[in-house]
């Protein structure tokens, strides 16, 4: 949406294989020709569209490639089309033509960060207002969306209400671990360092499963002794600077498949993905990293060295304390972050450190912001 309103249809006109129509985008004519076939494809009619499910009715391996358009025309906010061949007309609103064409509602940019270039002190919402309003809700997860991670303080330090926090994102994801599950060095359940006072060096988390969990959540209940701060790093502006500085480093990593795995008493978790995962545009949409659980591979010489050589040069960017958020959760803190782009790790620590957490897949953090933003 623009600042002068959302995108409208100021024409349509018949055109040579297809209509062309006339957005008004921000005080600005667009002129787009839309294919004959393309419209009869997409048609948001009742004959071709459940509107209740959004599911598609149309037959697309039906539609006869000769059937052209004889009319067109602006009805309200929609776009109506007459065709030949006594195909019925169809109709299209001025939101799903501006969302295909480009001009649709903007996603939250993504700011790439330093520790030093975030604000001070950090921004953190109120637990109630979270639990309590969408609009907390909503700006809690735009903080996520934008930054890569959230803070929320006042949460009442049981692990009821850090459920109840969570659920708010969406439904823990269950995992090895469980839905929610309780984090603190006196814990043997698990063969895994996270359950330790040692230091623990910035990574992602389960680069063990196919499809990584989008989203992690600590909630602190307990909290005394020394250091213990979690430490985030941006994983998406480590990569930009690969990318800027040694691109033959950055083709590495978003070619080369890196196997991780997760061993324990009747469990043997193994998957494989880049270091840098690339979209068809080419954009950044997940960093995946854990030396802790790197599988054993090889790769032909000297495709090896150039790896380790890659590997390495991200990793010391990483590593980079001067890139390191620090950031110490007491009882009733709590920290959502996105494990696609965002690193964690956590300083050695002494005392008692109890946290809540569980895990969200990726879809239903998108599903909730889409709904919230409706």
Not at 67 to 74: E, N
């Amino acid at each position: 949406m623009t600042a002068q309103g959302a995108p409208r249809l100021a024409g349509a006109q018949v055109a040579s294989g297809g209509v062309e129509v006339t957005l008004a985008v921000g005080g600005r004519l667009h002129r787009e020709l839309l294919d004959a076939f393309w419209l009869q494809d997409h048609g948001e009619d009742p004959a071709r569209l459940d509107r209740s499910t959004l599911q598609r009715k149309v037959d697309t391996f039906a539609i006869d490639p000769t059937v052209r358009a004889v009319a067109a025309r602006v009805e309200g906010d929609d776009l109506v089309v007459e065709w030949s061949h006594g195909v019925p007309a169809g109709r299209w609103s001025a939101g799903l033509l501006a969302g295909v064409l480009g001009f649709g509602p903007a996603p939250a940019p993504r700011r790439t960060w330093a520790a030093g270039s975030l604000p001070e002190p950090l921004p953190r919402h109120g637990h109630d207002e979270v639990v309590g309003s969408d609009a907390g809700l909503a700006a809690w997860l735009d903080d996520v969306a934008t930054l890569g991670f959230g803070l929320v303080r006042g949460v009442p330090p049981t692990a009821e209400a850090a459920e109840r926090l969570a659920r708010r994102v969406a439904y823990p994801r269950e995992t090895i671990f469980g839905g929610m599950w309780r984090l603190s060095s006196e814990m043997t359940d698990h063969s895994d360092t996270a359950y330790s006072q040692t230091f623990l060096e910035p990574h992602t988390d389960a680069t063990y499963v196919p499809d990584a969990p989008g989203l992690q959540m600590f909630c602190c209940l307990e909290r005394d002794g020394t250091g213990g701060e979690s430490i985030l790093v941006d994983g998406l502006a480590a990569a930009e600077e690969l990318r800027a500085t040694d691109p033959a480093a950055f083709a590495t990593l978003t070619r080369v498949v890196v196997p991780g795995r997760y061993v324990e008493q009747g469990v043997h978790l193994r998957a494989e993905r880049p270091a840098i995962r690339l979209d068809a545009r080419g954009e950044v949409v997940q960093v995946s990293i854990n030396n802790y659980d790197r599988a054993p591979f090889r790769l032909p010489e000297p495709e090896m060295r150039e790896f380790y050589r890659a590997y390495g040069a991200l990793h010391r960017r990483l590593n980079d304390r001067s890139h390191w958020l620090l950031v110490r959760l007491d009882a009733g803190d709590a920290l959502i972050f996105d494990n696609w782009r965002t690193l964690h790790g956590r300083m050695a620590y002494t005392g008692r450190r109890v946290f809540m957490g569980c895990y969200h897949n990726r879809e239903d953090f998108d599903s909730r912001r889409r709904v919230l933003c409706a």
